[in-house]
Structure formats: structure tokens, C-alpha cells
């Protein structure tokens, strides 16, 4: 159904020319669904933007290809031909459905406005087909939610709003870019769900693109795997996963955490003791019971997990450990010592101890402090060494975290995402604490940076000792990681097992609805 | 949303109070009085006369008494004017000014919406650079300077246009308009820019083109309504502006407006009357604030639904 053949598209911009795509050919079959894999800069997005002519040109520009579409090459349509294919044969369905609907515009106005742009129908029409889409894509009470605006829908049924938005024309091809990367695992299973339904329902082609291999596992026909702009492998699902020939493709593979740490049960001492901890917000009916009567402990040297989905409060126990948002009630005691109601001369001896690694290393670390003093402040705040020392005792942490010596005056724009949070490692490191809170210390990475340092953490760990508090929405990399494992669901405790226990033999409900969803649970290791 | 109003105007009460009160001290202090004019007085005249105005009491007791009238709406009789209050001073003058005021905003609106929506949709191209450099022209340009200009080509060169009055000659209260309007039209276009701006960066702008909108409908449905926010909010403060900065112009075009009355008022030491114009013109400087606010809160979906919570 779509053709396309040597695309090459490059960025040119004051700072220099980019080749985003270089000489890319693929094809898309229609009534399947054609996943396109590769990380951040891969040109995965770009290649498939540039079909529809959303790239901006400039500072974009098609160098040379071609794109047949049903018999016509889309690179060589003027806009306004081009116009005439976008959102009625082609549509698209955007990654992040928090900021891809206009939020001052009803939904319903969103859904019929392609409708009645491209075929003319009148008001009452589009209202109708509007409502049906809704209906079919799993929208609960279409007529009561029609005129309502897009924050009073939640991640889940905003996505399904772009999904009904994109098929209201009845397309032949929708372009779906990381459509469930925003959205929670069991969101996101449900997605996958229906989109595999609409495509089998509606027999249209779908271009999935992905940065992640186990997001399309159960439900690519073929895959496409692009690095640097390049092509470097396609095939059916089951050629790539199982004889993949490119080493990329190889190193892709290998990187989505498939294992399960062997650890033996710990016969050693709570290091930190959490006793009915609630955490809550707000006052009166507009309480929040972020965390609400949470108890357990973490012994000395273990990783204990902690699983949730957004909202479960998970971050929040995490902050609340370290008192960066106070308790409401409840006891947490830290090597006997009781931490909620420490004065703040203790508490700053005791912030030495435990120390955090967030998960946007873009954000939490400051734009405007080199690698050198964004280390250097917790060593001497601290007193761990004195002036003299100090750049000694950067270095070293440095090469522990696997940080190239000459880059310590540098800022932090200048480093990758993986870069960054080997600083905010060792940032948090610096102290030498004997517990660190992990608060999804992946998430915002490339799946092949998140396996390093994924693998970084627990070497570290065992060299510091440390003690760790593992906080991730993926259970796949909380059962690579952690001992033991929490699951968390709207602030309570649902259920605590050793790591593979919970795989294997789950009890509550809520962690089985979890477990179904993960992503290409078949290529998990050792699970039924 | 009541409550949220309720608040607000209740905040206004000390602002208001507080600048009767420094206003009222400050012009005592400045020297010479309502009637030390350069005719000799009698000073048995002058004392019946400060007698008649309560200006021989103690200043306190007069303020006092001020604050009195005030809280009766009765901003007191003018000193200038013999017979006529300072409440029916400012109902003569304000429909004229608040008519200048509303032509002045209606320029800045369409002409600095226009050329900032204009200048977001290239930015840094001649799209971009010349409607925005326009701007900051007009932004330098006082009204003294603009309003002479504008005379000078468009009434007595090219003789257009009259050159004074208001509501005499058709077209007489273009000139005037344009020369109030346009330092307020350079300020939107600056806000509509970075506004429009802001928001054809949005993702949601990417989804109207992958519907296959036209581009003029992305700007216009999509893109107008948040771009648009920040304008609405500088509406309130631009209006009270507007009024309170009105003599310039209704000097330079003869235009029997409140402005002119404020300054006279000044240079007469009518002390009431400045009081009376100052009390006045803050009040409307509070509640447009409020009213673009609340415009403003009710453009964002988002924050209506919060207003109709409370």
C-alpha cells in the first residue's frame, strides 16, 4: 500500500547540518500493522512526518525519495494535494494525548472538525459518526462526555480520543507515534488491545512507531529497525526476535530487561523501618490520600521494589523517606533513629545518609552548575573532604560512574540523558549514603542506556553497600533489580513477595492485572 | 467564582484608601492653594472662602470629614467651579474620555492583534521583523510627539482629516484614537506574538495539521483562542491606562475630556477635584484589572471549570 523508497531528509540550522534520514526504503502492507523501531534521533519519526509534509521546512528538507501511496508519490503532491490525504486516507495518532488535543476546544468539536472538513457532512452527521467512534473505542457515555473538555478525560481516554479522531474518515493508513509511551502499563495494554482490534475491524494499515521492542511484540506483523537515520534490518515479528542478523537489532534485544536478580532470602536487619506512614494533601473533602497506612521495612543491602502505576503514591513514599514532603502521621525510623520529627541539625547529618537519584536527569539537575560543582556541593556542604581534596574525590567519582575525566567543567546541556543521570548518581553518591531512593532512575532513557545503567546501579550498589528503595512503573526492570518488591495501588500496599514469587505466583488481583500487561510478557524469562 | 470576585474587591478597599490618603497629604504640601490666584484676594475674601471649604480646620478634621463624604459617593464640591461637584465634573467628561478610551483599544486590538498574529507565523523573517519593529517604534513613540505628527500630515498637509474637536466634524475622533491606540497597539502586538507563538508550538497545533486543516483555519480555530489569553488579560490594565493617560491627546485635539480636567485640576490646586478624579480613575483601574482577569480565567476551559467549583 505505501512504497517507499531512498528517503533521505536532513535538518540545516545555523549550528549545522543533520542528516535525520539517509537513503530509507521501506514498505507498509495494508491490513497489517508495520512497526517502526529505533531510539531518540533515530530519524524513526521524521521519516514518517515527512510523508505527510509535517516536518517544518525549514528548517527540514527532503532531499530526495519517493513515497508511492496507493499509485502516488505523497513527496511529489504540493500542500494543498497533500492536505487533501492527511487526516481522510492517512491519519495520524500522536504520543502524547495530555498535549495533542486543543484544551480549549469540546472533544466533540475535535472529532467531527475532520469529518466535516473533508467530506462535508453536515453537523448532525458528524455528531452521530462522532458518537459511534466513541462508543466503539471504548469511550464510556459518548453522549454525556461530547461537549466535555480534554482535561476532564483521563491519559487513557484521551488516547482514545485521538484514536477516534484519527479514524473518523475511515483511513486506509493511521501513523501511530509511540501512542501509549505516555500512559500507564495497564492503559497501555488496553490501547495495544484496540488498536489491534481496529485494525482487524477496520482492515486499515497502521505504522507503529516505537522505541521500544516489547511494546510491539504482540501485536507487529513487521518490524522496521532504524538507527542514525538508517534502516539497518526489517522483517516479519517473528525473524527479528528470534534470528535477528544486524548487531543493532542484537543489541536491542538484549537490552530489554528480560531477567530476574538470584538473590537469596536476607536474614539481615531492617535499615529502615516504615510504620503506618501516611501521606496526605490538601485539607478537607479535597484530601488526598496520597499514601495512606503504609508499613514495612527495608533490611541492610537490599533492593526492595516498588511498583505503581501514576497516582499509586509511590514517588510520594519515596520523598516522604527522606522528608522532602513531611509525613502526616506515622513513624519512619532510620537505624533508630525516629525521622519525622528530627530537628534540623540531625536531620542535615541524617540527608548525608540517604539520598535520592530522580527520574528526569534533565530536569533535576541545575542548567547553570558544571559537572565539577554539581559534585563538589554535597561533598563539601557535607564535609566528606575538605578544598584540598575535592577535585581528587571528583575524579574518582567520575570513574565510578563511568564519567570521562575531562568532561568536569562541562554543563549539563552538553551530556545525553544516559550522561546525565550518571551525573545525578553521582551526585547522589557523593555523600556516600549507606540508602538511596531510585525514583524511576530509567524511565526517560533509550532502552540501550537504560540496560548500562540499570547495570551501573547495581554494580555501584554492591560496591557502596548500599541499601535501595527501587521506585518504577516497569516491572520488568524492578524484577532485574530488586529483592523484594511492593506493589502499590491508589496509596495502599497490595501486596509484598520476593521478586520471583510475585512473577510466578501472584495473589492480588490488582498486581495480576499489572503482570497481564506487560509488554511482551513472552519474552520475559521463566514466566508461564 | 462569586467568592473569588468577593475577594478581590474587598483587596480593593485599602488600595483605594491608601491612595486617597497619600494623595490627599501630597497635594497640601505642594505650596500655594485653590485661591491664591494672581488676582490680590481680600483676606477676609479668602477667608470666608476657606471657611466655606472647611480649609481653615485642622487637616486631620478635614480628612476626616473627606473620608466621610467619600464613603457617601459624595467626592465633594469643586473649589474651581463654584456650584458644581466634582461628581458632576466627572460625569461630563467621562463619556468623552471613556468614547476615546473605547476607540483607542479598538485600534490597538486589530492593529497590534493583526501584526502580532502576522509576525508569529514566520517568526525571525521580514514577516516578522517589520510589523515587530513597527511595534517597538511605537512603543518609543510618545503621544505628544505621535499626535502633532499625525495632525501635521493627515489635517494640514494632506487635509484629510479635522484637526480638534470631538463629535463636531465626521472623522474628527479617528486622529485621536489612532494617536491614543497606538502605543497600546504595540504593546499587543508584542503579547499576541509571544502568545500566538507559544501555542503554534503546542502539540495540539500538530494534530490540526495532521487532520489536514488549511492553514488559516489552524491559526484562526486552533490557534487564536490560547494565543489570544495574554491579550485579554493586559485589556483591563490598558483601559484603565487608557482614561488615566488620556490628557496628553485631549489636549493636543481639544477634546473636552476628564484627562484635561485632571491636569487643569492640578494647576489649580483644585484639591478636591484632583482627589475626586484620582479616587475615581483608581476604582476603574481595580475593577478592569478584575473584569480582564476573570475574561481571561474564563478563555481557559480549565480554569472556568475551577470558578464554577468554588
Known sequence: ?528 | MWRFIGIRLLQAIPVIIAVVTVTFFLVRVAPGGPFDGEKAVMPEVKAALEAQYRLDQPMLQQYAAYMGDLARGDLGPSFKYPGRSVNELIAAGLPVTAELGLYALLVAVIIGGLAGVIASLKPNTAQDYIPMSAAMIGICMPSFLLGPILLLVFGIYLEWLPVSGWGDIPGDKILPAITLGSTYAAYIARLSRAGMLEVLNQDYIRTARAKGLPEWQIVVKHGLRGGMIPVVAFLGPAFAGVLAGSFVVETIFQIPGLGRFYVQAAFNRDYTMILGTTVFLSTLIVLFNLLSDILAAWMNPRLRAQFGKR
Open chain 1, 1 to 528: 500500500m505505501l512504497q517507499v523508497e531512498n528517503l533521505s531528509v536532513s535538518f540545516h540550522t545555523r549550528m549545522g547540518s543533520t542528516q535525520a534520514v539517509d537513503n530509507v526504503s521501506f514498505g507498509v502492507e495494508s491490513g497489517k500493522i508495520t512497526a517502526i523501531i529505533g531510539e531518540s534521533g533515530s530519524g524513526k519519526s521524521v521519516a514518517c512526518y515527512s510523508l505527510l509534509g509535517l516536518v517544518p521546512c525549514p528548517p527540514g528538507r527532503i532531499d530526495s525519495g519517493t513515497a508511492l501511496f496507493e499509485g502516488t508519490d505523497l513527496l511529489a503532491l504540493s500542500e494543498h494535494e497533500l492536505r487533501a490525504i492527511r487526516g481522510r486516507d492517512i491519519a495520524m495518532v500522536f504520543q502524547d494525548p495530555m498535549t495533542c488535543l486543543n484544551p480549549y476546544m469540546t472533544i466533540g468539536k475535535q472529532l467531527m472538525e475532520p469529518l466535516m472538513y473533508h467530506q462535508g457532512v453536515s453537523t448532525a452527521q458528524a455528531r452521530t459518526r462522532a458518537l459511534e467512534l466513541m462508543q466503539e473505542v471504548g469511550i464510556r457515555d459518548p453522549e454525556s462526555t461530547f461537549d466535555n473538555f480534554p482535561h476532564q478525560f483521563s491519559g487513557g481516554m484521551r488516547q482514545r480520543v485521538m484514536i477516534a479522531m484519527a479514524l473518523i474518515n475511515q483511513p486506509k493508513l493511521l501513523i501511530a507515534d509511540e501512542p501509549t509511551t505516555a500512559l500507564d502499563v495497564t492503559i497501555q495494554a488496553q490501547i495495544l488491545q484496540l488498536l489491534a482490534d481496529l485494525q482487524t475491524r477496520h482492515d486499515i494499515g497502521i505504522i507503529f512507531i516505537s522505541h521500544d521492542l516489547s511494546v510491539v511484540a504482540d501485536i507487529a506483523d513487521d518490524i522496521i529497525v532504524m538507527e542514525k537515520g538508517r534502516v539497518v534490518e526489517s522483517g516479519n515479528r517473528d525473524a527479528i526476535f528470534e534470528t535477528p542478523s544486524h548487531p543493532y537489532t542484537q543489541k536491542l534485544l538484549a537490552a530489554i530487561p528480560t531477567g530476574h536478580k538470584d538473590s537469596a532470602a536476607s536474614t539481615a536487619d531492617p535499615l529502615l523501618r516504615v510504620n503506618n506512614l501516611c501521606t496526605w494533601f490538601g485539607e478537607g473533602d479535597k484530601t488526598v490520600k496520597a499514601v495512606d497506612d503504609v508499613s514495612f521495612n527495608i533490611l541492610h543491602g537490599e533492593v526492595l521494589g516498588l511498583v505503581g502505576e501514576s497516582g499509586s503514591g509511590k514517588s510520594t513514599i519515596g520523598r516522604s523517606l527522606l522528608r522532602l514532603v513531611p509525613a502526616t502521621s506515622g513513624t519512619i525510623t532510620f537505624d533508630d533513629i525516629e525521622v519525622t520529627q528530627l530537628s534540623a541539625r540531625p536531620m542535615k547529618d541524617l540527608r548525608r545518609r540517604m539520598q535520592i537519584i530522580f527520574q528526569d536527569p534533565f530536569a533535576s539537575l541545575n542548567p547553570r552548575m558544571t559537572v565539577h560543582d554539581t559534585l563538589a556541593e554535597p561533598l563539601l556542604l557535607h564535609g566528606i573532604v575538605n578544598r584540598k581534596n575535592v577535585s581528587q574525590a571528583i575524579l574518582k567519582l567520575m570513574d565510578d560512574v563511568g564519567l570521562a575525566r575531562d568532561v568536569a567543567r562541562k554543563y549539563p546541556h552538553e551530556f545525553s540523558g544516559g550522561q546525565r543521570q550518571r551525573i545525578a548518581i553521582g551526585r547522589a553518591l557523593a555523600t556516600r549514603p549507606e540508602f538511596v531512593v531510585a525514583d524511576e532512575p530509567v524511565s526517560a532513557l533509550d532502552v540501550t542506556i537504560q540496560a548500562q545503567i540499570l547495570q551501573l546501579m547495581l554494580e555501584l550498589g554492591k560496591e557502596y553497600g548500599l541499601t535501595m528503595l527501587f521506585i518504577s512503573h516497569d516491572l520488568a526492570v524492578v524484577r532485574e533489580v530488586a529483592d523484594r518488591i511492593l506493589v502499590l495501588y491508589q496509596g495502599k500496599i497490595v501486596e509484598e513477595a520476593r521478586s520471583e514469587a510475585l512473577f510466578t505466583d501472584a495473589k492480588d488481583a490488582y498486581t495480576q492485572r499489572l503482570l497481564q500487561a506487560i509488554p511482551g510478557r513472552s519474552l520475559l524469562t521463566g514466566i508461564s
